[in-house]
C-alpha cells in the first residue's frame, strides 16, 4: 500500500504553479504562507468560548473523529476492516460510509467486536453520548475489571448521533459481557461516610443510544474491615448518560448478619442514629434488598432505600446485654430513617412485639412483650427474683431526645405476678397493680 501513497502535496503542485506562472497576469498564489488578515470575531469568539472548558481534552479523538478515520480509509484505500490494539482496548470495525448532500458527516453502516477493554477506561470512549458529570462518575466509579464478547452497532447519518431526537433514525448499541469488575456507586468525598462498593462483580452490559443498562449476575459487597456480603443480583441503569443522569440500582443480597452490621458502621445511617449498629452485634443470615438512586452531578448525595429481612437470627443490644432472639420480620431504612414492622422475637424468655421508627422527628419504638420471671433468673440471678413467679405483660416506650440521647416509658398492671413479701409489697398473681417507669439518658 505504501508505493500508492503520494508525493508530499505541496510536490505534487510544483508543475501547476509553473503553469500558471505563465499567464499574462501571473499568478494567483492560494498555497501556504503566512496570514495577512485580521483574525473574524466568530472565531475569536469560539476560541475564546472553548478555553472555559473544566474537563481533560479528549486524547484519543472524538468517536465521530475515529469513526471518520475508519471510514476514509474504506474508502480512499479499499480498507474494509480497521483494528485497534493498546493497552486497554482490543477492537475491530467494518462497514461502509457514504456522503450525503444533505449531511457533510454522511451515512455509516458499521459492526465491530470489542474482545477486551478495561473499565477503568470506559469513560474516555464515550465522549460522544456523556457530559462531563457522567464521564467523572465513570472515571472515579469503575476502578477494575474488564469488557469482552462486546458488540457494536453504528448506522446512520452521523450528524444525528446519538440519533436521540424526534425524527433521526439510527442505531448505536453496545452489548457485552464484564468480569472481576469494581464499583464505587457513590465514591466518598474526603473524611466523610459513604456506602461500601461492589467489586469482583460478573456480568452484561448495554448501551443504547444514550442509555446505559448493567445486570450483575454475582459479586460481593465489600466492607470497611473486610466484611463480605454475597450480591444475589442488581439490575443498574442511567435512562439518559446526557441529560441529567440520574444512576437507579435495585440489589439484592444476602450475607451474615455480623457482617452486615460491621457495613452499617460506615454509613451515614449509623451517624444519623448516634452510633447505635456500633453497639449491637448479631448472628444468623440476613436478606437485604437494596435500591439506590443517584445523581451523578452529586453522587456523594446518594439516596438509599432497603429492607433487612429478620429470619431467626438474633441481635445483643450491648455487652453484657440480653439478646433478642429469633427475631421474625423487616426493618425498612434509608438514609437516615429505620421503621420496625411488626418483628416479632423473644426477649428473656418471652415473647415481644416491636414495631416504630428512629430517625425522623417524633420519631419511637414501642415494645410490647411478656415479662417472664424464670427467663429473667437465668439472665441475672439476683435475690429478688425469688421472691417473685410468674409473668405479666408491659408496654415499653423509647423516644430519642432533644440531648441526643433516649427517653423510655415503662407500664405494666403487673398482674400475673405473684410476690411474696410482706403487705404492702406482696401481691396475688390475679391482682393488679399499676406499674410505671420513666427514665432519660443524654449524651454525655
Given at each position: ?202 456480568g452484561q452490559l448495554e448501551i443504547d443510544k444514550v442509555s446505559l443498562a448493567m445486570q450483575i449476575d454475582s459479586g460481593t459487597v465489600l466492607g470497611w ?220
Amino acid at each position: 500500500m505504501l508505493q500508492d501513497l503520494p508525493d508530499y502535496p505541496w510536490d505534487a503542485m510544483a508543475p501547476y504553479a509553473k503553469r500558471a506562472a505563465e499567464h499574462p497576469d501571473g499568478i494567483v498564489d492560494l498555497s501556504i504562507g503566512s496570514p495577512v488578515d485580521p483574525t473574524p470575531a466568530v472565531i475569536r469568539e469560539a476560541l475564546a468560548h472553548a478555553t472555559d472548558a473544566h474537563a481533560y481534552p479528549t486524547t484519543i479523538g472524538t468517536f465521530g473523529l475515529r469513526e471518520a478515520i475508519v471510514a476514509w480509509f474504506a474508502r480512499r484505500r479499499g480498507v474494509t476492516g480497521l483494528t485497534i490494539d493498546n493497552p486497554h482496548l482490543q477492537m475491530s470495525l467494518a462497514g461502509t460510509w457514504a456522503s450525503l448532500e444533505a449531511d457533510p458527516l454522511g451515512q455509516v453502516d458499521l459492526k465491530g467486536t470489542i474482545s477486551q477493554l478495561s473499565a477503568s477506561h470506559l469513560h474516555q470512549y464515550l465522549t460522544p453520548v456523556t457530559d462531563d458529570e457522567t464521564r467523572h462518575w465513570l472515571r472515579d466509579a469503575l476502578t477494575k475489571g474488564q469488557f469482552n464478547q462486546v458488540t457494536l452497532a453504528l448506522k446512520g447519518e452521523l450528524s444525528q448521533f446519538p440519533f436521540t431526537q424526534p425524527g433521526e433514525q439510527g442505531v448505536f448499541e453496545l452489548k457485552g459481557q464484564f468480569k472481576g469488575l469494581s464499583v464505587d456507586y457513590a465514591p466518598p468525598q474526603a473524611k466523610e461516610l459513604s456506602w461500601p462498593p461492589l467489586s469482583e462483580a460478573i456480568g452484561q452490559l448495554e448501551i443504547d443510544k444514550v442509555s446505559l443498562a448493567m445486570q450483575i449476575d454475582s459479586g460481593t459487597v465489600l466492607g470497611w474491615k473486610g466484611e463480605r456480603i454475597a450480591v444475589q443480583s442488581i439490575r443498574a441503569g442511567i435512562p439518559n448518560l446526557l441529560v441529567k443522569p440520574i444512576l437507579s440500582i435495585e440489589a439484592r443480597t444476602q450475607g451474615q448478619a455480623k457482617d452486615y452490621l460491621g457495613l452499617l458502621r460506615g454509613t451515614p445511617l449509623n451517624a444519623a442514629m448516634g452510633n447505635v449498629f456500633d453497639q449491637l452485634g448479631a448472628t444468623g443470615i440476613w436478606q437485604v434488598p437494596l435500591g439506590l438512586e443517584i445523581d451523578l452531578a452529586q453522587p456523594e448525595q446518594a439516596k438509599v432505600k432497603g429492607q433487612i429481612v429478620l429470619a431467626g437470627s438474633t441481635v445483643t443490644l450491648g455487652e453484657d446485654q440480653p439478646a433478642l432472639e429469633n427475631i421474625q420480620g423487616t426493618l425498612d431504612f434509608s438514609n437516615t430513617v429505620v421503621r420496625a414492622n411488626q418483628i416479632a422475637a423473644r426477649f428473656l424468655g418471652g415473647d415481644v412485639v416491636i414495631e416504630g421508627v428512629v430517625g425522623e422527628p417524633g420519631g419511637k419504638i414501642i415494645i410490647e412483650g411478656n415479662a417472664v420471671i424464670a427467663g429473667m433468673r437465668e439472665y441475672s440471678n439476683q435475690p429478688a427474683f425469688g421472691a417473685v413467679k410468674g409473668r405479666t405483660k408491659y408496654r415499653a416506650q423509647i423516644a430519642q431526645n432533644t440531648k441526643e440521647g433516649v427517653d423510655v416509658v415503662l407500664n405494666s398492671s403487673l398482674e400475673g405476678l405473684a410476690i411474696t413479701l410482706p403487705a404492702p409489697l406482696g401481691k396475688a398473681a390475679q391482682d393488679k397493680v399499676p406499674l410505671g417507669l420513666r427514665w432519660s439518658t443524654q449524651k454525655v
